[in-house]
C-alpha cells in the first residue's frame, strides 16, 4: 500500500517482510501497521516493500527506486546480517531509522549503518514495549479447525486424498478465516499433538468449524456441537460418506467435485445456519441413533 499526503519526502518502510527470502509473522505485520498509522496520522507519504512470496503484486525491494525516496524505515526483527547492511548501500542517499528492533552486536554493519536507532531491546536503554502490542487491528475472523489426510492407502486407486488436501488448502489460503491445522492422531511424547482424546476435544469445542476429510474429524466436530465441512477423499465415497449420512449432516462434498464456490457456499453454511441447528439437535452421546438435523435442512445452501 502506498500514501500521499502534505508531508515531506516519501519514505520506504521495510522489515525482514520485505526481503524476497525472508518471511512474514504476525508480530512484524502487526508492528508495520503501527508505524503505518502513526505515517497516516500526520499524513506522511511512504510505501511498504513486500518479499513477493508473502505478497505477490506489490512493490518488492528490486522496484523500489532507490532516488523515490528520503527516508528507509526497518521495522521490527533482529538487525543483523548481510540483507539488512545491503539497505544501507542501497538508500545510501536516505536517511535510514530502525524501530521496533532487537540489537544482537551494537558493531555489526546493519546496525551501526542506521542514522537514529529506536530498538525494543539490545542497548544499555531500558527495553520497550513491542510495536505489535498497540498495532490496530481489523475485525475478529472465523477460527476454522483443518484436519486432514493423506494416507489411507488402503483404498488404492481410487484415492484422491493429495488432490482433496491440495485444493482445500488453496482455498483456505484466500478465504477469510484463522486456520487451525490439528491432527486426530494422539502422540503423548509430542507437545505439539495431543496425547488424549479430551485434549483434541477440547480444542475442538473453541472452534468455529472444522473442515476436514477424515471420518473422526467429522465425527468428534459433531459431538462437540462445531459444524464440520466434510471432504470424502475417496473416489465415489466411502466412510466419510457414509457416517455423514448416519449422522444426519449434509455439510458434504465429494473430492471429485471440490471448487472454491462449493467450499465457500458450505463454509458459510456451517457458520451460520448449520451452527444454529447443531446447537438445537440432541445430544450426540444421548444413545439416539436419530439423524442430527432435521430433514428440511437436507438441502443445505442454494448453489
Known sequence: MATTGRGGGRTLITGWFSFPDGEATAGDVLALNRVRAVFEDRELPYDVAWSPGFAPGELGLDQAVPEAYERLVFVCG??????????????A??????VGTSVIDPHDPAVTGFHRLLPRDGTTAPPRQD???RAPRGPAVPVVGVILTEGQHEYGGRRLHAEAARAVTSWLAARTCAPVPLETRLDRTDGRLC????????????????VTDRLHGLVL???????PLAIDPVRG??????????????????AERLDAPALDRWLDWCLTR??????????PDSGDQAPLLPAA???GPAA
Open 297 to 299: 435442512l437436507d438441502g
Open 93 to 98: 542517499h536516505c536517511r535510514r531509522v530502525a
Open 195 to 210: 496425547g488424549t482424546p479430551e485434549q483434541l476435544l477440547s480444542v475442538l469445542e473453541r472452534l468455529d468449524a472444522v
Open 221 to 227: 466436530a459433531l459431538r462437540c456441537r462445531v459444524p
Open 131 to 133: 510495536l505489535s502490542l
Open 274 to 283: 448449520g451452527r444454529t441447528a447443531l446447537r438445537r439437535a440432541p445430544a
Open 237 to 254: 465415497g466411502a466412510k466419510v460418506t457414509a457416517q455423514a449420512r448416519a449422522c444426519g449432516w449434509p455439510a458434504l462434498l465429494p
Open 78 to 91: 533482529p538487525l543483523h546480517g548481510p540483507q539488512v547492511a545491503a539497505l544501507h548501500r542501497t538508500f
